[in-house]
T-cell receptor, first 115, second 112 residues
């Protein structure tokens, strides 16, 4: 049973370009979470999605960032017009259902570098 | 505003020693306190977790001590081994909420 798969593992973009980060949850998991880790910082929650629904986007920057989890296919975190401050590791986690009774399993992350 | 404060930032312990990492929180609505272990280039993985109705939880060499009145909790790693060298994050979560609030992490290095 494969774990949470994130790709690409490393992504380099120039300022102003778009970044698309993909996350395939564990089999049987329908809840996906995105977190961002800045250098020397802990992970910060960005958004929580279920299939075709955004449940909590309280951690998402108001502009340039969007996320989706379509009925078919992986969850996508999209960053438009990237800036240097977007350079970070972005982690996706999944769980079978929500709440603290279910462990969130993390992927290995996508490391975004903005030149 | 940092909701979960973690210390120390880094820690060096001799092999066989006890590693202790401390965390404090403010929000009394938190009711689940997990610890995550992260190796370089990997995602965090749940190590051990506790709810505030117990004061201690032990799993193998890893123990969480929880002080509800002080709003503090700590991770103790007994007989620390070089393979324990990693970054450890304390965290907190509310049952009605799904996001995990992480501390800033402690980089632990166990000397062989």
């Amino acid at each position: 049973n494969a774990g949470v798969m994130q790709n690409p593992r490393h992504l380099v973009r120039r300022r102003g370009q778009e970044a698309r980060l993909r996350c395939s949850p564990m089999k049987g998991h329908s809840h996906v979470y995105w977190y961002r880790q800045l250098p020397e910082e802990g992970l910060k929650f960005m958004v929580y999605l279920q299939k075709e629904n955004i449940i909590d986007e309280s951690g998402m920057p108001k502009e340039r960032f969007s996320a989706e989890f379509p009925k078919e296919g992986p969850s996508i975190l999209r960053i438009q017009q990237v800036v240097r401050g977007d350079s970070a590791a972005y982690f996706c986690a999944s769980s079978p259902t929500g709440g603290t009774k279910n462990i969130q399993y993390f992927g290995a992350g996508t490391r975004l570098s903005v030149l | 505003q940092q909701q979960v404060k973690q210390s120390p930032q880094s820690l060096i312990v001799q092999k066989g020693g006890i590693s202790i990492i401390n965390c404090a929180y403010e929000n009394t609505a938190f009711d689940y306190f997990p610890w995550y272990q992260q190796f370089p280039g990997k995602g965090p993985a749940l190590l051990i977790a506790i709810r505030p109705d117990v004061s201690e939880k032990k799993e193998g060499r890893f123990t969480i001590s929880f002080n509800k009145s002080a709003k503090q909790f700590s991770l103790h790693i007994m007989d620390s081994q070089p393979g324990d060298s990693a970054t450890y994050f304390c965290a907190a979560q509310m049952n009605r909420d799904d996001k995990i609030i992480f501390g800033k992490g402690t980089r632990l290095h166990i000397l062989p």
